[in-house]
């Protein structure tokens, strides 16, 4: 479990690290949708939905709504998630992001229809004047249960990309 801790703490630190300007992320091959406020959406990725909304905050925006795992598209085994990570991201026309959102999920059982509540800050350094779009990633490890998470799980990962 220790080795899981530090493989996590060091993909951490290396979005981090892209996060701040060192590598630049594009999301050009990620399902996108363009940007509209306070308006309930949904968008469909090859393992995950996610149900969302943009909302206004003080200084920047809000991206949240819930996340779910398509049981139908996850091998039928799969009733554990071992790890998740989701990410939002805006970006321009180009798909080069602007600004993104990162959490962390604790494991949990996997449930048919329960989602997953999520909540990002999204606070560019500046705007373009053409459109903007949203776009979701995410890393999953499924396992068959909690307690038989030995074998190898189902990992299914689709994230911006270093350009």
């Given at each position: 479990m220790n080795v899981m801790k530090s493989f996590n703490y060091v993909?951490?630190?290396?979005?981090?690290?892209?996060?701040?300007?060192?590598?630049?992320?594009g999301v050009s091959h990620l399902?996108?949708?363009?940007?509209?406020?306070?308006t309930p959406r949904t968008m469909q990725m090859e393992f995950m939905?996610?149900?969302?909304?943009?909302?206004?905050?003080?200084?920047?925006f809000g991206l949240r709504g819930e996340a779910f795992v398509k049981k139908n598209s996850v091998p039928?085994?799969?009733?554990?998630i071992g790890e998740l990570w989701i990410q939002g991201y805006l970006s321009d026309m180009n798909?080069?992001?602007?600004?993104?959102?990162?959490?962390?999920?604790?494991?949990?059982?996997?449930?048919?229809?329960?989602?997953?509540?999520?909540?990002?800050?999204l606070k560019p350094d500046q705007f373009d004047s053409g459109p903007l779009y949203i776009s979701f990633g995410y890393r999953?490890?499924?396992?068959?249960?909690?307690?038989?998470?030995?074998?190898?799980?189902f990992m299914a990962i689709e994230r911006a990309v270093s350009q």
């Open positions: 993909c951490l630190l290396l979005m981090l690290f892209a996060a701040s300007g060192c590598l630049h992320l399902e996108r949708q363009s940007w509209k406020l306070e939905k996610f149900d969302y909304e943009i909302v206004p905050r003080k200084d920047s039928m085994w799969a009733g554990w798909g080069d992001v602007l600004a993104q959102g990162l959490q962390v999920f604790s494991p949990e059982k996997l449930e048919e229809g329960k989602g997953i509540p999520f909540d990002f800050e999953m490890a499924l396992y068959k249960s909690r307690e038989d998470n030995n074998g190898p799980p």
